[in-house]
C-alpha cells in the first residue's frame, strides 16, 4: 500500500489520476449541495403549572 498501489489516494497522486478513491473537490461540493442536511426540531411540551391551594 504505497506509491505503487492504483487502488489508493497515494497511489493516485504518484500516477496523477483521478478516482474512486480520490475524487476532485468539485464532485463533493455538488453532491452536497444536491442534497441539503435538514435539522430535525423536537417541541418539547412546557410543563404544566399549579396554583397550591
Avoid: E, F, L, Q
Avoid at 24 to 48: D, E, F, H, L, W
Wanted: no cysteine; aromatic share 4%.
Amino acid at each position: 500500500m504505497g506509491k505503487g498501489d492504483r487502488k489508493t489516494a497515494k497511489g493516485k497522486r504518484y500516477v496523477s489520476s483521478y478516482g474512486n478513491v480520490r475524487s476532485r473537490g468539485i464532485v463533493k461540493a455538488a453532491v452536497s449541495a444536491a442534497a441539503p442536511v435538514v435539522k430535525k426540531t423536537v417541541v418539547k411540551a412546557g410543563a404544566k403549572k399549579t396554583v397550591a391551594k
